[in-house]
């Protein structure tokens, strides 16, 4: 290659190979396509650098000396967290972790119950403002989450650069005013918009709580046991909305199913005002600044502090990780498909519904809206296999089982499990729901439904999480992106649907499709490492895990050495191998 061949590299090209990012100059890109993937690539590779080394600079034992450009770099100081460091969250008490999964919990339901609240009150909001199209009656519920849509874009990368605490209370603060305006909405329009701003305030935990949970626990099985109560609440929410709507709107009126909406949110208030701070970045950040105000030194700073920031590493790189891993991740891609169209279905459920069991049985509001409570059995169903998975999963651990050390494993044969209960369960649901089969019959689908879904998302949302690590909260932002655009336009399929293929058929395509989508759990079973293998971030975690672990192997050989009396210099790798065994 001629030596001048660097001169056609760009600045980003220069900056990345100053990092070690790339060797060798890159080959002139014929179209712009390529250049645009290639420059979203080196994005990808940058951003993973950064932000594990960021990671890595907060769980370092000791200080260590600032960049080397700084005008004080003699005196700037590094701190990280100390060896069993108690504000380390990692290092709180069960009891304390226990608290912050129960706030995370309570949250969730608020804002999984939010989205289908209106569900059974949709006749009455239609009488009060003659309403005549079945499409308009399905925007209340679909207009809250195109808020879920727009709302997880902002907030995961956010809570990456800012912290849990703030985007939590922020947001749901904003929820609650915004379920009292709907309440208190004069017309139609009004309401949809108040739904919509609604729906973006709730979807912060949606995308948030799972880096939070992350940020407490760094055993996998522990966090996945804290992933399945989370899981829990946001199907719990869900079902629970249309009885009450059913049973309320009624006898009360459509505006108080908002107002209980609203009182549960403020009694939600008493635990969410005892939530941390859980992102570890922030918590040093702020240790830092208050040794800067203690000491009067100002060149103590945490690693947080000297990450690039400004509103272009804001738009170019926070903002834009969830969008990047959702398309340029085969696995969030893959992953974002399969929950998408169950969790579309899902809400297509609350139309299918009253469409069948008002429709074919005759059934109320109110009782129609308890059809739905075996979903709830088959989640809770759903909870106690998964806990019995992870009692079998961690005797697995203690033995050293080998299956045990690919995140594969860990969790993706409950989605093995849970995908075709789903599709059984979509077939049973239209192939029973008759006249001359009792209502009864149809009803009991919701349990391998429920048990099904809960399954699917328990694994998978796991899996991201042990696969992305520090970007959980990116790739659930991802996920729960493109499941809430399902969940907003499948369900106005719904009536037509039903009306055109009737009861069976319909829920028969359902089935189908969902029988294609069964493959993919069993696909990251088969090629999840060669998958991994294409992914910038899982390469790059992969490669600096390894890289600190012979850095601590190393550290540990000198300390003995240096107890032992013996000379430390030229002491490698190979040495401290030779050593453990």
Same mark, same amino acid.
């Given at each position: ?326 398309? *340029?991740? =085969? /696995?969030?891609? &893959?992953?974002?498909? %399969? #929950?998408?169209? +169950? !969790?579309? $279905? @899902? ?105 099904? *879904?809960? =399954? /699917?998302?328990? &694994?998978?949302?796991? %899996? #991201?999480?042990? +696969? !992305?690590? $520090? @970007? ?110």
């Amino acid at each position: 290659m001629a030596p001048d061949a660097k001169e056609s590299w760009t600045p980003r090209d220069r900056e990345a190979s100053d990092a070690g990012l790339v060797s060798t100059p890159p080959m002139p890109h014929p179209n712009l396509l390529s250049r645009v993937i290639s420059g979203i690539s080196g994005i990808d590779e940058i951003d993973a650098t950064d932000r594990y080394d960021l990671e890595e600079a907060d769980n370092r034992e000791q200080e260590y000396p600032g960049s080397s450009s700084s005008s004080v770099n003699s005196e700037r100081k590094v701190i990280s967290w100390e060896h069993d460091d108690p504000e380390n969250p990692y290092n709180w008490s069960t009891k304390w972790k226990a608290t912050i999964v129960f706030i995370g919990m309570v949250v969730v339901i608020n804002s999984t119950m939010g989205s289908s609240l209106p569900s059974n009150a949709i006749p009455i909001i239609s009488k009060t403002f003659n309403l005549t199209s079945s499409y308009t009656e399905v925007l209340p519920i679909s207009m809250y989450l195109v808020g879920y849509v727009l709302g997880p874009l902002l907030f995961g990368p956010l809570s990456e650069s800012f912290g849990r605490k703030v985007i939590m209370m922020s947001t749901f603060f904003t929820f609650t005013i915004f379920t009292m305006a709907c309440a208190l909405a004069p017309n139609f329009p009004a309401l949809l918009v108040f739904r919509v701003f609604t729906g973006v305030s709730a979807s912060s935990p949606i995308s948030v709580i799972g880096g939070v949970y992350a940020d407490i626990y760094n055993d996998p099985v522990t966090r996945g046991r804290a992933m399945a109560v989370f899981m829990g609440g946001t199907c719990i929410g869900p079902l629970i909305a249309p009885l009450i709507s059913g049973f309320v709107a009624p006898s009360l009126g459509w505006r108080w199913v908002f107002w209980i909406g609203l009182i549960v949110a403020g009694a939600s208030w008493i635990p969410m005002l005892f939530l941390p701070e859980t992102f570890g970045p922030t918590l040093l950040a702020k240790r830092a600044a208050k040794l800067r105000k203690t000491t009067g030194n100002p060149n103590i700073f945490a690693p947080f502090d000297l990450e690039k920031k400004g509103f272009k590493q804001l738009a170019t790189v926070t903002l834009t990780r969830p969008l990047r891993m959702l398309f *340029f991740e =085969l /696995i969030v891609l &893959a992953t974002c498909l %399969y #929950l998408s169209l +169950a !969790y579309g $279905i @899902f809400y297509m459920y609350f139309e299918a519904y009253p469409i069948i069991f008002q429709g074919i049985y005759g059934q109320s509001l109110g009782v129609s809206g308890a059809m739905f409570l075996p979903i709830g059995i088959g989640a809770v169903l759903a909870i106690a296999v998964f806990l019995w998975y992870d009692a079998f999963l961690r005797k697995a651990q203690a033995r050293n089982a080998p299956w045990t050390q690919k995140e594969e494993s860990r969790r993706l044969p409950l989605a093995c499990v849970g995908g075709p209960l789903y599709v059984i369960a979509l077939f049973w649901l239209g192939w029973t729901s008759r006249q001359g089969v009792s209502f009864v019959v149809p009803m009991l689908a919701g349990v391998p439904f429920g048990m099904g *879904f809960v =399954l /699917i998302f328990m &694994a998978l949302l796991n %899996y #991201l999480t042990d +696969a !992305y690590e $520090i @970007f959980a909260a990116s790739a659930m932002a991802a996920a729960s992106f493109s499941r809430s655009l399902a969940g907003a336009v499948l369900p106005f399929a719904a009536t037509p649907m039903y009306d055109n293929l009737g009861v069976a058929w319909a829920s028969s395509l359902l089935g189908f499709l969902s029988l294609g989508m069964c493959v993919i759990p069993f696909l990251f079973l088969w090629k999840g490492d060669r998958i991994r293998e294409g992914s910038k971030f899982c390469q790059y975690l992969k490669e600096k895990k390894a890289k600190e672990l012979e850095d601590l192997e190393r550290e540990r050989a000198r300390r003995e050495r240096a107890r032992a009396g013996q000379p430390l210099e030229g002491i490698g790798v190979n040495e401290v191998i030779a050593e453990k065994v």
